[in-house]
């Protein structure tokens, strides 16, 4: 009797490590389908999709039906926040027009006002009064830009732009701002073109918003260089008989990715573009604000800055399918500020 009761035991006892084992796969299987349904909706979130349980399991089913919770709180929120920035979108369109039209017709006044007739204090009151009206007006137009650019529906016409040429030409139309702030101003770019793919106006208008922020803050140097990489992919070799050197001649050194060295050079089918100016003082809270809407280092505004410029490039270099970061650098123990434009690299006829 003893032997067929132990018998009866084992079976029961295989029996059951069969069906624990089956239940732990299958449970491991349902948990490993849901984590990747999770990671699929989570990468598309505008689709009303939940996660569900391939096996029973109370408690998981109760887990996941947390997480669908949580989803479609995520969702409604991103809905409302939609709504929000459409309103507030349409909100600056009205504002900015409203507050273009008399300030238009302020700047139309003042400038009919016959100086000749004022002392000198009430002409320097005058002076101040146009630069303020003009300040604002910028104000208003680059807040409505950013807007506009925030737009999900905005896009920019692309095609292939020579990135070298916009270099020369920016600088050289810089040179009066620069040369004022008597900065010692090193330009150096390939003789061939530098192909990327942009849209020129944008990225002209990126590159005047680093060199006219270098204008203001740089404290005695200026370095704008492009080069072509060679070599290891992130390290640049400056090929001297392929630059051309204006105001000043650049170093020879080898230069790399995220260095102080201004540096626009061709890493496989990408092209990243380098700004680096020394500054007086530059903390790395300040810098990682730097591309942030409205912030400023000057916390007085003496140089009346809109605080927007930067913000702006951002956004025109990310429509245009690239990037813009900032960082800071020391040299000789002095601090630079570095900005980093990293576009795709094209051909003559705009393919990357």
Aim: glycine content about 6%.
């Amino acid at each position: 009797m003893a032997p067929i009761v132990l018998v009866v035991v084992l079976v029961l006892a295989v029996a059951a490590a069969v069906w624990f084992a089956v239940r732990y796969f299958l449970l491991k299987h349902s948990v490993r389908q849901a984590d990747r349904e999770l990671r699929e909706i989570v990468g598309s979130m505008e689709e009303s999709r939940i996660v569900k349980m391939a096996s029973p399991d109370s408690d998981l089913e109760a887990l996941l039906r947390t997480v669908n919770s949580s989803l479609l709180g995520m969702r409604q929120q991103a809905v409302l926040s939609a709504r929000h920035e459409a309103a507030l979108r349409a909100q600056i369109e009205s504002i900015s027009h409203d507050l273009r039209t008399p300030l238009t017709s302020l700047q139309g006044y003042l400038a009919l006002v016959d100086e000749e007739g004022l002392d000198d204090e009430t002409r320097a009151s005058l002076a101040t009064v146009e630069r303020k009206a003009g300040s604002l007006q910028r104000l208003v137009a680059q807040f409505y830009e950013l807007s506009c650019l925030r737009d999900e529906g905005f896009t920019l016409e692309l095609g292939a732009v020579d990135v070298g040429r916009l270099l020369r030409e920016s600088v050289s139309g810089h040179y009066r701002l620069l040369d004022d702030r008597g900065l010692e101003v090193c330009l150096s770019a390939p003789q061939h073109p530098l192909w990327v793919r942009a849209n020129a106006d944008a990225l002209e208008r990126v590159l005047a918003n680093l060199l006219g922020n270098a204008g203001k803050y740089a404290k005695a140097k200026l370095e704008v260089v492009a080069v072509e990489a060679a070599g290891a992919p992130g390290v640049l070799t400056r090929n001297s008989d392929a630059a051309v050197s204006v105001f000043a001649a650049c170093d020879s050194a080898p230069a790399k990715a995220c260095s102080s060295a201004s540096t626009a050079y061709v890493t496989g089918s990408q092209v990243l573009v380098t700004f680096a100016n020394d500054v007086e003082r530059l903390e790395e809270d300040e810098v990682a604000r730097l591309l942030e809407p409205f912030y400023t280092v000057d916390a007085s505004r003496s140089h009346e800055s809109t605080g927007l410029g930067l913000a702006i490039s951002r956004q025109l270099v990310e429509q245009m399918g690239g990037s813009l970061c900032v960082h800071r650098a020391l040299r000789d123990e002095v601090p630079w500020l570095v900005f980093e434009i990293l576009l795709q690299g094209a051909g003559s006829d705009g393919v990357s």
